[in-house]
C-alpha cells in the first residue's frame, strides 16, 4: 500500500525529562508517538474529502532504544489496510540505523464538523 517516511529532530522539550514521563535527557516515549502519529496522519491526508480528518484510535508501541537531543528520528508509515472508516498502519521509528521503535496505528476517518459537534454536546458548550 502507500508509505511515508517523515524525519524529525528530538527537542529538549521532547524528553522525558521535559514531559515528565521520566527522568532522562533522551526521546520521551509520549513525543516518539506524536512523531508517528504525525506521520501516518500525513500519509493520509491528501486523499481526505475536505471537511475530513483523521484521529488516533489505537496504538500499540514499543520503544526499544533511547535518542538523544538533536538526533534525527526517521518515521516511516506504512497503511496496511482500509476497513471501512478506519485506517491500519504499520509504523517504524529509526535513529541513524538503529530501530529504536515500531508500531501498529489505528486511525479513523471522522467529519471535523460533526466531531467537534459531539465535544460541544458532551461539555453543554
Not at 11 to 22: F, I, P, V
Not at 25 to 31: G, H, I, Y
Not at 38 to 45: E, G, M, Y
Not at 97 to 109: E, F, K, P, Y
Amino acid at each position: 500500500m502507500k508509505t511515508l517516511i517523515k524525519k524529525y529532530q528530538v527537542a529538549k522539550n521532547q524528553t522525558a525529562r521535559s514531559m515528565g514521563s521520566g527522568d532522562l535527557e533522551v526521546l520521551a516515549t509520549p513525543a516518539l508517538v506524536a512523531m508517528m502519529e504525525n506521520c501516518a496522519k500525513s500519509l493520509v491526508a491528501d486523499g481526505l474529502s475536505v471537511g475530513q480528518t483523521t484521529v488516533g484510535f489505537k496504538l500499540d508501541l514499543k520503544h526499544l532504544a533511547p535518542s538523544a537531543i538533536g538526533a534525527e528520528i526517521k518515521v516511516e508509515a506504512e497503511l496496511t489496510d482500509v476497513d471501512g472508516q478506519k485506517l491500519s498502519f504499520s509504523i517504524k521509528a529509526y535513529d541513524q540505523a538503529t530501530l529504536i521503535g515500531n508500531a501498529s496505528h489505528q486511525r479513523v476517518i471522522v467529519e471535523t464538523a460533526d466531531f467537534l459537534e459531539k465535544l460541544k454536546q458532551k461539555h453543554n458548550m
